[in-house]
């Protein structure tokens, strides 16, 4: 695409409402543009139809039109959750028009420099820290992207002088083409989206335009513990500033000493340190900035998130010293592993933001205790034989949604028999409230309720925040 300013007079169509498109929309409206603003839900669905009607956008809902992209399209602005088979998005590329996604219109408003985060899972948690820490610093962060505040409506809040602090999904980052990240972040690669990509190629190529359009004098920051990230280091142009939690590395943020893989927290694990480290003459310069324990989010994979963010901090000009207050005052962000109450003695965690079986592997391995497991939802193909091991030191599961049967079967290999399966005779809520009852029923005081479904919630929720907030309203009225 070319500059938004130049689409004045010229006809860009918004495929998709939601917030990200309210806010493009109304972006090239202000510019000038003829916007016309499509969702194929109907007109009583989609609340901000008015307000953008009021602006005198043009607005459709209730299906796609076969007219919708013709030969005066200039622009078409997807939506990012809306795949490419869509047929206004097939149309658009057999008619040569450009398709991106508001990221992409975003950075070329933006005056002030952005910080990319991605990867498959840590996204939200890191990409709240660096905002936390670069706040601390008086660096003036304004966090937006996949986490909240679309970009569009960042960029016109910020100055030059502001850090934009972006978390960006595949879906965001496929629809680009000339975005650009002063510092990027990719904190680990899984299976996952793969029914939106069609599988891994296109799913990583995704996450790699993050890097694309990197300078020299830009920073990369990679997860050296992570094979697929690792290897793409070679290939890029910004410096590399990698970080990793089982490596001590001449350069980059690491743990000392390092965790070994497969061992997992136990009672004599020594005291491990956070640090930055930079090759200098003669070895390496070492920088101390917190202990482990310090961490104010428990689990090894959230020290990952820490080094990232700590990585990405620096890198931004952070001091070194400001950095462990408020890592340490930090306690989590909603629904990933958020503790929610005591009942009966049993303790509730809302992780509802895990939706792959990476995450909520790393999330069962981060609590301590006997656990009994909600978990299941959208059906993307995974067979979930990744949970296997996670699965044989669990006390008991309740499984709901698409999956219940799938992860039942590795239960069974994995030789759980406290479990339950909740079937969806009435609506999603009632269904997730009857999980948290069976749940209840299968723990014991000093046992722990975990939600972390290993899916995605769109077989019966609207977003994984409804799901979380479903269970934690459960939890408390137990």
């Known amino acids: 695409m070319n500059h938004p300013s130049t689409y004045r007079g010229k006809r860009v169509v918004v495929l998709g409402l939601a917030r990200s498109g309210v806010s493009v929309a109304k972006l090239f409206h202000k510019l000038g543009a003829e916007v016309v603003v499509n969702d194929k839900k109907e007109r009583d669905l989609c609340p901000e139809a008015d307000e953008l009607a009021a602006l005198g956008i043009s607005v459709i809902c209730g299906g796609h039109p076969d007219d919708l992209i013709d030969d005066r399209t200039a ?10 088979s869509a047929p206004p998005v097939r149309q658009a590329e057999e008619l040569g028009v450009d398709i991106i996604t508001e990221v992409e219109a975003a950075y070329w408003l933006s005056p002030a420099p952005i910080i990319g985060i991605t990867g498959s899972n840590g996204k939200t ?39 934009i602090v972006a978390e960006l999904s595949s879906f965001q980052l496929k629809g680009t083409s000339a975005f650009r990240p002063r510092i990027a972040l990719l904190l680990n690669l899984a299976e996952t989206h793969l029914d939106y990509h069609g599988g891994m190629e296109d ?18 920051i990679l997860n050296w513990d992570d094979a697929v990230c690792r ?17 001590r590395l001449d350069e980059g943020l690491c743990v000392e000493p390092p965790y070994v893989k497969g061992q997992f927290d136990g009672e004599s694990e020594p005291e491990r340190q956070i640090v930055y480290r930079k090759r200098a003459e003669g070895g390496s310069e070492v920088t101390v900035i917190m202990p482990v324990d310090a961490l104010g989010i428990p689990g090894r994979h ?22 462990a207050e408020p890592l340490t005052r930090f306690k989590g962000v909603e629904h990933r592993l958020e503790f929610v109450c005591v009942r009966n003695g049993v303790s509730y965690y809302n992780d509802s933001k895990a939706t792959n079986p990476t995450a909520t592997t790393m999330s069962v391995r981060s609590l301590k205790g006997p656990i009994v497991l909600v978990a299941g939802g959208l ?27 799938k992860l039942l079967r590795v239960a069974d290999l994995a030789g759980l028999t406290k479990t339950q399966s909740v079937n969806a005779e009435k609506d999603a809520e009632s269904t997730l409230r009857e999980a948290v009852k069976q749940a209840a ?38």
């Open 75 to 84: 622009l078409l602005v997807k939506n990012p959750g809306i795949p490419y």
């Open 125 to 163: 948690t890191t990409t709240t820290l660096i905002g936390e820490i670069l706040d601390a610093a008086g660096m003036k962060p304004i966090v937006a992207g996949n986490i909240g505040l679309p970009l569009c409506d960042a960029v016109q809040e910020v100055e030059a002088d502001n850090w």
């Open 203 to 220: 799913y990583v190529a995704s996450k790699r335009k993050l890097f694309a359009n990197q300078e020299s004098g830009d920073t990369a």
């Open 231 to 247: 290897s793409i280091a070679s290939e890029l142009t910004a410096k590399v500033l990698p970080f990793s939690l089982y490596e």
């Open 302 to 323: 959230n020290t990952a998130n820490a080094l990232a963010a700590i990585a990405a901090a620096l890198a931004a000009g952070a001091a070194p010293e400001g950095i």
């Open 379 to 405: 059906d993307r193909g995974s067979d979930y034989m990744e949970l296997l091991p996670v699965f044989k030191g669990l006390k008991g599961l309740v499984t709901l949604g698409e999956t219940k049967e």
């Open 441 to 478: 029923k299968l723990a014991e005081p000093g046992d722990i309720v975990l939600l972390s479904p290993a899916c995605a919630s769109w077989d019966m929720f609207a977003s994984y925040e409804q799901r979380g907030s479903i269970f934690k309203q459960s939890a408390h009225t137990l």
